[in-house]
């Protein structure tokens, strides 16, 4: 057994100083290769009686009717019940060519209970400049579910007026994009760090000489690159793939107040502080007693009401943190005291307030 504590403890040592690497491609995007929302406005039909019955629908249906050929008479209702207005949006991916497929995602804007079993005619989406850069048309995938019984219970799973229809839009134009043009590429950190922007340039360096790439900020790095195109690509290939130990995360505490969870980031450090933390709760009991009259004494029983008043305060030990301590004697001395999450959060605002938690509190 002696003979094993050497062994754990060199194994221990060089645990403590492997530094996790991530691929370039992972940590960052290439500036200019982005996907673009697209959105549009349309009917969905075959409905079982659930469709809306907003005005914008009746209107909507009509000026379809008129495109086919066939005139509503002014002030005649449709009554339409299985024909419902939606939304339509998409996400168009970069260097996305004419006639490839993209899903889609319906949504009722009106008062239509469920988009289920229906079917989505022919849709223009378009982007912000108002081009519109695919169509849409399918059938609905609806995976809510809901129920009604005829005493008026009713029950749901899900959304109903929700759907998507899997390659449901076919691209129609291409959004230009400048990937091949000028003599740079420039990698955009998807979280700015002054220390993973530098370590970024040299591991670049490394691999094509020096000067080859240098970062311009806290968040782009901009590296030389050719001109062709078919090089541009295998060059990026090999560029995405190196390997970039970042820059550890400043001393951070999250508090998400409404689900309760408490997350503690490394270097989180405190200052010598001795914290006590109880509660007190203060219990009060209404209750009625009959008052009756003694012996033979005139008197007619009446009901009183008696109230019980008790206290209860918990013992809680107060806990000494000492210079220098590190997350893992917090997590032991809250563990240790037994505190719940609430408590947690309450001490944490406490240490942030005397100056005693060295670390960006931040409630979400």
């Not at 060089?14 to 991530?22: E, G, I, K, N």
């Not at 000494?320 to 032991?332: M, Q």
């Amino acid at each position: 057994m002696t003979a094993m504590k050497p062994f754990l403890t060199l194994m221990f040592c060089l645990l403590s100083t492997l530094v996790w690497a991530d691929r370039i491609k992972d940590l960052s995007s290439v500036q200019g290769v982005r996907s673009n929302q697209l959105v549009g406005y349309g009917l969905v039909v075959g409905l079982d009686g659930t469709g809306d019955k907003s005005p914008f629908t009746n209107q909507t249906f009509r000026n379809m009717m008129e495109q086919f050929g066939l005139t509503i008479p002014e002030g005649e209702d449709p009554k339409l019940k299985n024909v419902a207005a939606v939304s339509v949006y998409a996400t168009l991916p970069a260097f996305a060519k004419p006639g490839q497929e993209i899903d889609i995602t319906v949504s009722s804007i009106g008062n239509s209970s469920s988009l289920r079993g229906g079917s989505l005619l022919l849709t223009p989406l378009r982007g912000a400049d108002g081009k519109t850069y695919a169509v849409a048309q399918g059938s609905l995938v609806v995976s809510g579910f809901g129920a009604d019984g005829e005493d008026g219970s009713s029950i749901q799973v899900n959304i109903e007026s929700t759907g998507r229809i899997p390659s449901g839009a076919i691209v129609e134009r291409s959004v230009p994009n400048a990937f091949s043009d000028g003599d740079h590429l420039t990698f955009n950190l998807h979280r700015s760090d002054f220390t993973t922007a530098m370590r970024m340039a040299e591991v670049i360096n490394e691999l094509l000489g020096p000067d080859a790439a240098y970062a311009v900020d806290s968040t782009s790095v901009r590296v030389t690159a050719p001109r062709d195109a078919n090089q541009r690509v295998s060059y990026l290939s090999v560029l995405e793939n190196l390997e970039v130990s970042p820059g550890e995360e400043s001393a951070k505490v999250i508090i998400n107040s409404r689900t309760g969870t408490i997350v503690v980031g490394q270097h989180v450090m405190i200052e010598p502080v001795a914290i006590t933390h109880g509660n007190l709760t203060v219990t009060i009991a209404n209750s009625l007693a009959a008052s009756q009259p003694n012996g033979l004494a005139e008197g007619e029983t009446v009901v009183v009401p008696a109230t019980d008043v008790a206290v209860d305060q918990e013992l809680k030990p107060m806990f000494l943190f000492g210079p220098t301590v590190t997350l893992n004697d917090l997590v032991n001395a809250v563990n240790a005291v037994g505190a719940a999450p609430g408590d947690l959060m309450a001490i944490l605002e406490a240490l942030k307030s005397a100056g005693a938690l060295k670390a960006e509190l931040i409630v979400i």
